[in-house]
């Protein structure tokens, strides 16, 4: 291996002792960098005395909202936009589950909107490999219009939380169906007594040029009516020694 890279993604603390153990194995693994996005502002100053400077280019969203499903569904509902209430109204048929059908429906969807929107989408291998490492702890929901799927959406669970990890929509037929996929991603969390549901991500002015793009969805998160929750700049660390060029002997 010539050389690497390290990521770490909402670790639950950062201590002297943590960074001190990144720094062992970025030697060990040759890095040339590595990025840490914090859950929590706290003891955010330890970076700058470890050389630690603020990242503008986050891998993973930097502001979501998050909805609390304790309360009924009446009462949820009620929380919602009086746009979203109307909208869910409307009567579509579901699939819920977890089988090869609806990951391969969920994907032709998903690699449809991503061309359509002009954004990048893991390949169906990867997304496979992701579902199972999850376990039960997956679902998808898909939305048929005339029997074909026209919306859809992969969640993920870990620790009583959902995620609203990918979805995707075929506008030309329901343009309502995001409204009822959402809908029917709550009613099944509740229905697996999970406490929240992250819609993963929305639009970040302190990261404005790498969200960007979020701005139109951001809109339909925020009619849920769920928290904003911001997570702490990401910080980056490079090792210069580690850039040396391989030599062969």
Known sequence: MFWSAIKIQRPSQISEEFLNKVDKIAREKRALFTIIEPKTCENENIFPKHRYRPYKEPLSFTKTIVVDLKPSLETLLKSFSKDTRQKIKRETE?????NPILVEEFYKLFAQTAKRKKFWIPPLLEIKTKISSFGGDVFVVTAFYKKTPTAVALILI????????????????????????????IKECKKRNL???????????RFSKATKKWEKFTIFKKKWGGSVLTYPTPYIKYYPRNFIPFRYS
């Open 94 to 98: 579901f699939k819920i589950g977890l």
């Open 158 to 185: 870990h620790e009583k939380t959902a995620y609203y990890e990918h979805a995707a929509h075929n506008p030309t037929t329901n343009k309502d169906a995001p409204y009822n996929i959402l809908w029917e991603t």
């Open 195 to 205: 406490r929240t549901l992250d819609l993963c991500g929305i639009y970040d002015t």
